[in-house]
């Protein structure tokens, strides 16, 4: 009796709890479904305080923004690359893909069905952009990432002066004075790169050659300066009317490309096998693919992370950020491309960088007097960031 006694006594641990008995065993929680209980509340959590970060949503916004550029210049710096068509119909498939999945997966519940009557009156619209984004590479390819940069904040004047002629906008001496300073920084950078090239820093031995390579660049951002400008322009008259939602102005832009851009490729572009093999040689064939994709999965991650950024902070801060991230995508031609080092370089650099500044400063001084510097369409945070996406 005794020895029974002393067994019920082990088997019950210090707080009385009787381990001996089988109920109670099976009521008693165990530590480890404690902690699987825990983590998911830990981990939710976290990831609820990141979502409300506002330096998380910028630090993102200007990762996404950087990577994009990065990768597009990355991509059409082959020797011999001349896909472009091709490597935009590829963004467009991936970007498109990616939203049907989400839409699937229950992610995107705003996204309205594919509708053939808005597909039509925006597919101008579409055309706008298929000249936009292939000048956009075409520049990039022969200009370096500074250069490139620094030449795309000429598109606002453009864009200012449109919206003054067509859509009664204004420009304020603040914003005027912030496009005297990017034109300045233009000149600054096309003087620095061709001061470059005639002395072979960052570019070709053979003078002519660089310099060839840096006129062709220039042609083509100009075309790019008001290809966006008509686009953009354009997008600002029709989107009123189409009412589109969040994510509807990229899913619409990106399906309604695809055939275009693929009728360009096979139409203009020379599919045979040697340009294959000397377009993705072995050596870098892959990296070239896996840059492909994230080039069209980047146009989402910018989406999301502008309407994140708008959404935990205020559009003014968002301007400021995207004017504030030049600097950045700038920089990061000068270390991953061995962009040209130089006096010139970098002074255009700073000054592009401050008449985008100056720009911003200039459309929170009018928003503040509920004035803005031009006018300028209301469209969701998505269509903007389509935008963005499109311009890196």
């Known amino acids: 009796m005794s020895n029974k006694k002393n067994e019920d006594i082990e088997m019950r641990g210090a707080d009385g709890a009787d381990f001996g008995e089988k109920d109670a065993f099976l009521g008693r929680t165990s530590p480890h479904r404690i902690a699987a209980r825990v983590e998911p509340v830990v981990v939710v959590e976290v990831l609820d305080k990141i979502d409300h970060s506002p330096g998380a949503s910028i630090l993102a916004y200007c990762l996404s923004s950087i990577s994009m550029t990065v990768v597009n210049k990355y991509v059409v710096s082959g020797s011999y690359w001349n896909l472009n068509f091709f490597y935009l119909a590829v963004q467009s498939l ?5 939203i049907l999945l989400c839409k699937q997966l229950g992610l995107l519940n705003n996204l309205a069905p594919f509708d053939s009557v808005k597909a039509r009156k925006w597919f101008p619209i579409s055309l706008l952009l298929v000249g936009m984004i292939y000048t ?15 030449f795309k904040n000429l598109t606002i004047i453009v864009i200012a002066y449109g919206e003054v002629l067509w859509f009664g906008g204004s420009v304020t ?5 912030s496009f005297g300073l ?14 470059a090239a005639i002395n072979g820093v ?9 310099l060839s390579t840096l006129n062709a660049g220039y042609a083509w951002m100009g075309m790019n300066v008001f290809c966006t400008a008509a686009y953009v322009l354009g997008m600002r008259k029709v989107i009123k009317k189409m009412n589109f939602k969040d994510y509807d102005t990229m899913f619409y832009n990106n399906l309604l490309t695809i055939p275009v851009l693929i009728v360009c490729s096979l139409l203009v572009e020379d599919w045979g096998h040697e340009n294959l ?16 994709v994230y080039s069209g999965l980047a146009a989402i991650f910018i989406s999301y992370c502008s309407a994140w950024c708008i959404r935990v902070t205020s559009s ?3 301007s400021m950020v995207g004017a504030l991230n030049k600097l950045p995508i700038a920089i990061s031609g000068l270390i991953f491309f061995n962009a040209p080092v130089t006096f010139g370089s970098v002074s255009a650099i700073f000054i ?12 929170v001084r009018q928003k503040a007097q509920g004035v803005l510097p031009t006018a300028k369409p209301t469209m969701s945070a998505s269509a903007q960031s389509n935008r963005d996406a499109a311009n890196s």
Request: hydrophobic residues 55%; positive net charge.
């Open 182 to 195: 990017m034109v300045l920084s233009s000149v600054i950078a096309a003087w620095a790169d061709i001061q």
């Open 316 to 318: 003014t801060t968002y």
């Open 352 to 363: 592009g960088f401050v008449s985008g500044i100056v720009f911003a400063w200039a459309k």
């Open 94 to 98: 991936v970007c498109t893909a990616a």
């Open 136 to 150: 956009s590479t075409k520049a990039l390819q022969f200009l370096s990432v500074p250069v490139y940069t620094i």
């Open 202 to 210: 960052g570019h070709s031995s053979e003078t002519a050659a660089a």
């Open 173 to 177: 001496p603040v914003a005027l004075l």
């Open 277 to 292: 093999i000397k377009n993705f040689p072995i050596e870098t064939r892959n990296s070239l693919m896996i840059g492909m």
